[in-house]
């Protein structure tokens, strides 16, 4: 007898949703029909400030990260994010109608508007943190594994069960094909049945024993998960996995769907133009105080250029702000850490909100990066990174970017350690490049400024 279904994370996601725009709808309904001076209504005020309040709250919701369910399970962060994010859009709202149609208001139902609607949205999300502690959300895993497989079981079953993040499955029991680890067949059998996902993480599905093969497809027919571990590694974290990769490997070698997307390129084009323009002038813009506070607090070239290894491995210039002291590798070529000392006062503040990544912009239009990428490596660290992992490589593929899947999903990288976690995010991007994909990079790339992520 299977288990009552258990809803996943989008389904959990969507219902989260529908409550917060149920809210938001009767909150506008409330500012449009009874805040809004009666000789100011019409049909176009009603169509502009629903359309607007509509795009300004999902908008916010996504920068902002509103729906990130692990957040979402804590308590006191429910409170004070649903009044954070909900206040801030009340308030554009407010704004927008002002400068838009310069409307009157009558001042208890604006109150309602502007106050109650972040106290609605905190109670029904608090309301909704509460059901979910209670109905069952956790898949039990049956996790199989083969010899290949062994050496990382521990890191896998991290994986799983959500060491890094919420994930929603609880490995219960592994099962080893070279081993037997489960033991006598009859313990198995039963133990299954109490399994609600199949993870298998093997180099091929034709040595599995023939009672595991019956047991997998009448677990299928009633109803339960049955997915590799790539599968369950790519959903979950949207990456794709290097170090523990048994049928990865083949996914990797058809990382790029080669159908011709015409779309996809028209967009490609127009949002990188687009892009570089407006980036362009904050970069033309931001040189003259840049140059001025180098002199105080900074001494010496306003800019600092390097080799990095682009579009099929081959060489190019990169440009700067310099936020480091002069000659800060005369010992050697190193990463940047946490607190390096060879940072300068003034370099901490420019990498901090990220305006020494702007004079990339240079290279941009010199056809060598990108604005949405996977960010471009030194060659003495490529050649590392591809000692360490044969797959390095693949992110050359594409030009790389300003900006990209791992610079938005990852800290700032430290060390080689760092730079294979990410190339997992850049493989990601590789296969799944799309006009969607595109722009969840550029909202969360707004956010990490914003809130000053990495060093």
């Given at each position: 007898?299977?288990?009552?279904?258990?809803?996943?994370?989008?389904?959990?996601?969507?219902?989260?949703l529908?409550?917060?725009?149920?809210?938001?709808?009767?909150?506008?309904?409330?500012?449009?029909?009874?805040?809004?001076?009666?000789?100011?209504?019409?049909?176009?005020?009603?169509?502009?400030?629903?359309s607007?309040g509509?795009?300004a709250y999902?908008?916010?919701?996504?920068?902002?990260?509103?729906?990130?369910?692990?957040?979402?399970?804590?308590?006191r962060?429910?409170?004070?994010?649903?009044?954070y994010?909900?206040?801030?859009?009340?308030?554009v709202?407010?704004?927008?109608?002002?400068?838009?149609?310069?409307?009157?208001?009558?001042?208890?139902?604006?109150l309602?508007?502007?106050?109650?609607?972040?106290?609605?949205?905190?109670?029904?999300?608090?309301f909704?943190?509460?059901v979910?502690?209670?109905?069952?959300v956790?898949?039990?895993?049956?996790?199989?594994?083969?010899?290949?497989a062994?050496?990382?079981?521990?890191?896998?079953?991290?994986?799983?069960?959500?060491?890094?993040?919420?994930?929603?499955?609880?490995?219960?029991?592994?099962?080893?094909?070279?081993k037997?680890?489960?033991?006598?067949?009859?313990?198995?059998?039963?133990?299954?049945?109490?399994?609600?996902?199949?993870?298998l993480?093997t180099?091929?599905?034709?040595?599995?024993p023939?009672?595991?093969?019956?047991k997998?497809?009448?677990?299928?027919l009633?109803?339960?998960?049955?997915?590799?571990?790539?599968?369950?590694?790519?959903?979950?974290?949207?990456a794709?996995?290097?170090?523990?990769?048994?049928?990865?490997?083949?996914?990797?070698?058809?990382?790029?769907?080669?159908r011709?997307?015409?779309?996809?390129?028209?967009f490609s084009?127009?949002i990188?133009?687009?892009l570089?323009?407006?980036t362009?002038?904050?970069?033309?813009?931001?040189?003259?105080f840049?140059?001025?506070?180098?002199?105080?607090?900074?001494r010496?070239?306003?800019f600092?250029?390097?080799?990095?290894?682009?579009?099929?491995?081959?060489e190019?210039k990169?440009?700067?702000?310099?936020?480091m002291?002069i000659?800060?590798?005369?010992s050697?070529?190193?990463?940047?850490t946490k607190?390096?000392?060879?940072?300068?006062?003034?370099?901490?503040?420019?990498?901090?909100?990220?305006?020494?990544?702007?004079p990339?912009?240079?290279?941009?239009m010199?056809g060598?990066?990108?604005f949405?990428?996977?960010?471009?490596?030194?060659?003495?660290?490529?050649?590392?990174?591809?000692?360490?992992?044969?797959?390095?490589?693949?992110r050359?593929?594409?030009?790389?970017?300003?900006?990209?899947?791992a610079?938005?999903?990852?800290?700032?990288?430290?060390?080689?350690?760092?730079?294979i976690?990410?190339?997992?995010?850049?493989?990601?991007?590789?296969?799944?490049?799309s006009?969607?994909?595109?722009l969840?990079?550029?909202f969360?790339?707004?956010?990490?400024?914003?809130?000053s992520r990495?060093?």
């Amino acid at each position: 007898m299977p288990r009552p279904s258990i809803l996943n994370s989008i389904e959990r996601k969507f219902i989260l949703l529908v409550g917060d725009l149920c809210i938001i709808l009767a909150s506008i309904n409330v500012l449009v029909n009874f805040a809004i001076d009666a000789e100011f209504i019409s049909l176009s005020l009603k169509v502009g400030v629903f359309s607007f309040g509509i795009f300004a709250y999902l908008a916010l919701a996504y920068i902002l990260e509103f729906y990130e369910l692990e957040k979402v399970s804590k308590g006191r962060y429910v409170i004070s994010q649903s009044l954070y994010v909900t206040a801030l859009f009340v308030f554009v709202v407010f704004i927008f109608c002002v400068i838009v149609y310069d409307a009157s208001f009558w001042r208890m139902p604006l109150l309602f508007f502007l106050v109650l609607t972040p106290l609605e949205i905190g109670l029904w999300r608090f309301f909704y943190r509460n059901v979910f502690s209670v109905i069952p959300v956790t898949k039990n895993v049956l996790y199989i594994y083969d010899k290949d497989a062994a050496n990382t079981l521990r890191t896998d079953v991290d994986m799983i069960n959500g060491n890094e993040m919420q994930t929603f499955y609880k490995v219960k029991l592994t099962y080893s094909l070279e081993k037997n680890s489960i033991g006598n067949k009859q313990f198995f059998l039963s133990a299954v049945d109490k399994i609600d996902t199949w993870i298998l993480n093997t180099s091929g599905y034709d040595h599995l024993p023939p009672e595991i093969e019956n047991k997998i497809l009448s677990s299928l027919l009633v109803g339960k998960e049955v997915i590799s571990f790539t599968t369950f590694y790519e959903s979950t974290y949207e990456a794709l996995p290097i170090r523990s990769h048994n049928d990865s490997f083949y996914e990797l070698l058809q990382l790029r769907n080669r159908r011709i997307r015409y779309v996809q390129r028209i967009f490609s084009f127009s949002i990188n133009f687009l892009l570089s323009f407006f980036t362009g002038l904050i970069f033309v813009l931001f040189i003259p105080f840049v140059w001025f506070f180098n002199l105080f607090f900074n001494r010496g070239p306003l800019f600092y250029t390097q080799k990095r290894v682009g579009l099929h491995g081959k060489e190019f210039k990169i440009y700067k702000f310099r936020s480091m002291v002069i000659d800060a590798e005369r010992s050697g070529a190193a990463m940047a850490t946490k607190n390096d000392a060879r940072i300068t006062p003034f370099g901490k503040i420019l990498r901090l909100f990220r305006i020494d990544e702007l004079p990339q912009i240079i290279s941009v239009m010199n056809g060598d990066m990108q604005f949405i990428g996977p960010r471009p490596e030194r060659k003495v660290f490529v050649e590392q990174l591809n000692k360490i992992t044969p797959f390095y490589n693949v992110r050359h593929l594409i030009r790389p970017g300003i900006t990209g899947w791992a610079q938005v999903k990852y800290r700032y990288g430290v060390n080689l350690e760092d730079s294979i976690k990410k190339l997992e995010y850049d493989f990601y991007y590789i296969k799944n490049k799309s006009i969607t994909l595109d722009l969840r990079i550029i909202f969360k790339t707004v956010t990490t400024v914003l809130f000053s992520r990495g060093i």
